[in-house]
């Protein structure tokens, strides 16, 4: 399809969307970009849709996400929405913890982002857990985000809260330096989690493999696994049991 047409359609959908928007009618589905056609190397934004609406976190948007996404049943599918379960309730149970509600999380919002944060796991190599794509598995946070900026841009919506959760989860976040010293399939900037809701999803992540028995690992568990990366992320995953008032 030439450039212009696509142009078009896509001015017409943003058009449409407004429409429902302002009429309270339901939305109509997005054109779709297949997943395998997100480039991981498109210069990441900061904040892309500015002009768009905060997305709607509701659980039933999200799954029409992840179905968009992940469509059909697939193993995968299955193993993917375990696991963003399991983080979302844990992420949840944190968030109910006493002194956590000067917060201001909704639950909605934590939910949200726990179901979506492995979002760009399926076009990442892992066998093991059935990924079958063929970026680095350790670019799945960063191809989630992608994924998610260029579905608010098709959609009118901003999705952005969301992507940065995805960037930033993976253990407990990556320096710049990591990515230069270890030579890491990454860009090399800092994707630490730095707001209430980053660090939220990157701690109850821990507490979950998508391999293995799929049982809640315990503290000591994680401290143990973790450890390996060195004393700086043991630091900032201490400091995130602080943040949430879970002690040392
Ligand atoms: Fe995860």
């Not at 997943?35 to 190397?41: A, I, N, Q, R, Y």
């Not at 904040?47 to 500015?50: A, G, L, Y």
């Not at 970026?135 to 350790?138: F, G, T």
């Given at each position: 399809m030439a450039a212009s047409a696509s142009r078009i359609i896509l001015l017409q959908f943003l058009e449409d969307n407004k429409k429902c928007l302002r009429a309270d009618l339901p939305r109509k589905q997005p054109a779709i970009i297949p997943?395998?056609?997100?480039?991981?190397?498109i210069p990441a934004m900061t904040?892309?849709?500015?002009q768009n609406p905060v997305a709607c976190y509701s659980p039933e948007r999200v799954q029409q996400v992840i179905d968009h996404f992940?469509?059909?049943?697939?193993p995968l599918k299955q193993l993917l929405l375990r696991h963003s379960r399991q983080v979302r309730d844990k992420a949840l149970a944190i968030l109910a913890?006493?002194?956590?509600?000067?917060?201001?999380?909704?639950a909605d919002m934590a939910s949200a982002a726990a179901m979506l944060h492995d979002l760009g796991i399926g076009q990442c190599h892992a066998p093991s857990i059935l990924c079958t794509g063929q970026?680095?598995?350790?670019a799945h946070g960063l191809i989630g985000a992608r994924l998610l900026r260029d579905y608010g841009r098709q959609t009118g919506e901003d999705w952005e809260a969301c992507a940065r959760v995805c960037e930033r989860h993976t253990g407990t976040g990556i320096t710049a330096e990591d990515v230069r010293r270890q030579q890491l399939p990454l860009p090399e900037r800092d994707f630490l989690p730095e707001t209430p809701l980053e660090k939220l999803i990157c701690l109850a992540d821990k507490y979950f493999s998508k391999s293995g028995d799929l049982q809640e690992k315990t503290r000591d568990q994680i401290l143990r696994e973790l450890s390996r990366f060195g004393p700086k992320t043991v630091r900032r995953l201490k400091d995130l049991w602080d943040f949430f008032n879970l002690g040392q």
């Open positions: 997943p395998e056609k997100v480039c991981l190397h904040n892309p849709s500015q992940y469509p059909g049943e697939t913890m006493p002194g956590n509600e000067r917060l201001g999380l909704s970026e680095p598995y350790l």
